[in-house]
């Protein structure tokens, strides 16, 4: 049963006898569910509106959001002249979008009237519904109309509270353009706030108001911040101020974004920047980001400072100097052929990737070794990658091994592989392997035709024997 459903006939019954609604009336997702629940499946169902017809007072909130949401448009339009309509916000400003004209207009006047009046707390509630139903046809009137009344600084205050994501995103929106926060506030939510909408909008805006002296109170939130766009948003409002020492130390920084206005902000000042990620690197205390930055600006050169690193104790470093050698084009596969056993998870990705160019260069056998149950699962997953780019028997015996595996994934991408197994020369490769070789992939075959591989078995076989 799904949710509009369930909480249509919940309503149905809350309201035949005489209660309020049965959800969560800060719920905004509610109110667009029950409109929806009630239209769709309370089409055939007595919808207890007597009230409504006779004048009387609703028999209880539920009674008046039934009505509310009443699949005919004369009973909608005559719920919202009813004073108790204005109980219920959230429905008429999805009344405003309502493909029947009286009633769209009726509940535009009504929400015209109520919208100065309501609370703080509701009109989170009120700018919710209107952002979301803004997406219908007629949905903009109500949310340009709210837009108009969420300009005062308690209401302001209410969006900014607000969990749901486009109602903040409004609420600051608003509040940047009333000049309600100050630069450091704006700096503040910037470094703070999970949306990147929110944090560049903030961070933007809290340096476009930064007035002199003031810059620490501002600069500092962006600065510390965890989100990578908005320490670059810091770092980049250093160039104004010229502290090119501060700049330099976000040339190590985790984030490549980061470290590019790091140096953007250096050689503005006429600093050149490569000369200082040589010395991050030949430091005692390498942070990750330090090869990584080399590897972004140096040469191949700079190998000779990257490869010590690659045997670094932090994995993180280790990863990265990885990373720098293969973008520089300066890693040796001889040379990081050993890191595919290294206990890191990262480290063993980045060598692969590295390797993977020159992968047919490798040991088949020694690769294969590392298929076993016994590896760790990096270590397997590395040894998958690098067959699969290897030549056409490697790659068989590679996923015919892994056919039956007892690791999920891994059997999954082996019988995917076989699937579409079939590269040029794969028959003639496949006759010119030596007897024992041979022997072995046909006993592979045979296993994997025995388990979950045998469609794809019979494919591969037809394949070696039919082009001769």
């Known amino acids: 049963m799904?949710?509009?459903?369930?909480?249509?006939?919940?309503?149905?019954?809350?309201?035949?006898?005489?209660?309020?609604?049965?959800?969560?009336?800060?719920?905004?997702?509610?109110?667009i569910d029950v409109d929806y629940g009630v239209r769709e499946h309370l089409l055939w169902e007595n919808l207890s509106i007597d009230w409504l017809r006779a004048g009387e007072t609703a028999p209880g909130g539920a009674a008046v959001a039934v009505a509310l949401c009443h699949p005919?448009?004369?009973?909608?339009?005559?719920?919202l002249r009813r004073p108790e309509a204005a109980g219920f916000p959230a429905l008429v400003v999805l009344r405003c979008a309502d493909w029947a004209r009286p009633v769209r207009e009726e509940a535009r006047r009504a929400l015209a009237g109520l919208l100065p009046g309501v609370s703080p707390g509701t009109v989170?509630?009120?700018?919710?519904?209107a952002l979301r139903a803004a997406v219908r046809q007629r949905g903009d009137f109500a949310r340009d109309l709210v837009m108009s009344f969420v300009r005062s600084p308690d209401r302001i205050?209410?969006?900014?509270?607000?969990?749901?994501?486009?109602?903040?995103?409004?609420?600051?929106?608003?509040?940047?353009?009333?000049?309600?926060?100050?630069a450091a506030e704006l700096a503040r939510a910037a470094a703070t706030d999970p949306d990147v909408v929110v944090q560049d909008l903030c961070a933007d805006a809290a340096l476009a108001h930064t007035r002199?002296?003031?810059?620490?109170?501002?600069?500092?939130?962006?600065?510390?911040?965890?989100?990578?766009?908005?320490?670059?948003?810091?770092?980049?409002?250093?160039?104004?101020?010229?502290?090119?020492?501060?700049?330099?130390?976000?040339?190590?920084?985790?984030?490549?974004?980061?470290?590019a206005c790091a140096r953007w902000v250096l050689r503005r000042h006429g600093v050149d920047p490569l000369p200082l990620h040589r010395a991050a690197c030949a430091g005692p205390d390498v942070l990750p980001g330090a090869p990584a930055g080399l590897g972004e600006t140096g040469t191949r050169a700079d190998?000779?400072?990257?490869?010590?690193?690659?045997?670094?104790?932090?994995?993180?470093?280790?990863?990265?100097?990885?990373?720098?050698?293969?973008?520089?084009?300066a890693g040796a596969p001889e040379r990081l052929e050993p890191l595919l056993d290294d206990p890191s998870v990262s480290v063993v990705r980045e060598a692969t990737t590295a390797l993977l160019p020159v992968a047919?260069?490798?040991?088949?056998?020694?690769?294969?070794?590392?298929?076993?149950?016994?590896?760790p699962r990096h270590v397997r997953v590395s040894a998958f990658r690098l067959l699969s780019a290897h030549g056409p028997t490697a790659q068989l015996r590679c996923f015919l091994r892994l056919s039956d595996d007892e690791d999920p994934v891994l059997r999954e991408r082996a019988l995917t592989a076989l699937d579409g197994w079939g590269p040029a020369g794969a028959a003639t490769a496949y006759r010119a392997l030596p007897g024992p070789r041979r022997a072995e992939l046909d006993a592979l075959l045979e296993r994997?035709?025995?388990?979950p591989g045998e469609g794809q078995v019979a494919r591969v076989r037809w394949f070696l024997t039919a082009f001769r």
């Open 212 to 259: 002199d002296g003031d810059h620490g109170n501002v600069l500092r939130p962006l600065l510390a911040s965890r989100q990578p766009r908005v320490r670059a948003a810091g770092v980049t409002a250093l160039g104004r101020t010229g502290e090119t020492e501060e700049a330099a130390g976000f040339l190590a920084d985790r984030s490549g974004l980061v470290r």
């Open 360 to 375: 047919d260069r490798l040991s088949e056998d020694w690769l294969y070794d590392r298929l076993a149950d016994d590896r």
């Open 124 to 129: 989170a509630l009120v700018a919710v519904v």
């Open 303 to 329: 190998a000779a400072l990257l490869w010590p690193l690659v045997g670094h104790p932090r994995p993180a470093v280790r990863a990265k100097a990885v990373a720098a050698l293969r973008v520089l084009d």
């Open 157 to 182: 205050d209410a969006l900014l509270a607000c969990a749901d994501r486009g109602a903040r995103r409004l609420g600051y929106r608003v509040a940047v353009e009333e000049g309600h926060l100050s």
């Open 448 to 451: 994997a035709a025995a388990g």
């Open 72 to 79: 005919d448009g004369r009973v909608r339009e005559a719920a």
């Open 2 to 31: 799904n949710r509009e459903y369930g909480l249509a006939y919940a309503t149905l019954r809350a309201a035949r006898s005489g209660g309020d609604v049965p959800f969560d009336a800060a719920d905004p997702a509610a109110w």
